[in-house]
């Protein structure tokens, strides 16, 4: 397998509790951060959010939430302090999945995604993920643009790998919200 596949799809076949409440929150605010929306509150533990800047790639981490897919496969530490980080720390990963965000930024709409691949995090044991994926454009209400990211994780496998030096997957579905 490669390192990732990823799978364009429709928005509006994004089914999941946490999506749609994702999309719920973007239709009614434009995008734009409310603290006082009920809507956001609901769902930040969940989102990831990196700036729109065009000329910093990958975009940098402003915010990932405690219970976002990012933390549970980086870890809480590396949530914690990723404030203006530019992207994860297995670059190789985040130069494969990181092409829809500049879609997003180009176009102003919405993406959706499934994204198959294998993560090798620090000082962790690497591990393969099907997730579902939304990135949504957003704003801070100065204008400063954004990517609010959802993810759902549908399975993850275990890791190895092969002689030949290639990841490979071994099955053991474990679909989770996220």
């Keep these: ?40 509150t609901d769902i930040q533990e969940h989102i990831q959010i990196s700036a729109d800047i065009a000329d910093s ?14 933390a549970e496969l980086f870890g809480s530490d590396f949530a914690k302090g990723v404030a ?3 992207g994860l720390p297995d670059r190789t990963l985040e130069n494969l999945v990181n092409a829809r965000y500049r879609h997003v930024s180009e176009s102003g709409e919405a993406a959706f995604d499934t994204v198959t691949c294998t993560i090798v995090p620090p000082n962790r044991t690497p591990v393969g993920v099907v997730y579902d994926r939304l990135i949504l454009p957003s704003k801070f209400s100065d204008g400063s643009r954004t990517f609010s990211v959802f993810t759902v994780i549908q399975k993850k496998f275990a890791a190895v790998s092969s002689s030949s030096g290639d990841l490979l997957l071994h099955s053991t579905p474990a679909s989770r919200r996220h």
């Design 57 to 70: 790639w990958p975009p940098p981490f402003l915010l990932i939430g405690r219970k976002s897919t990012t």
């Design 84 to 86: 203006g980080q530019p």
């Design 1 to 40: 397998m490669r390192r990732a596949e990823i799978k364009q799809r429709r928005v509006a076949d994004a089914q999941d509790e946490l999506l749609q409440a994702a999309l719920s929150w973007h239709h009614h605010s434009d995008g734009v951060y409310d603290l006082a929306d009920h809507r956001l």
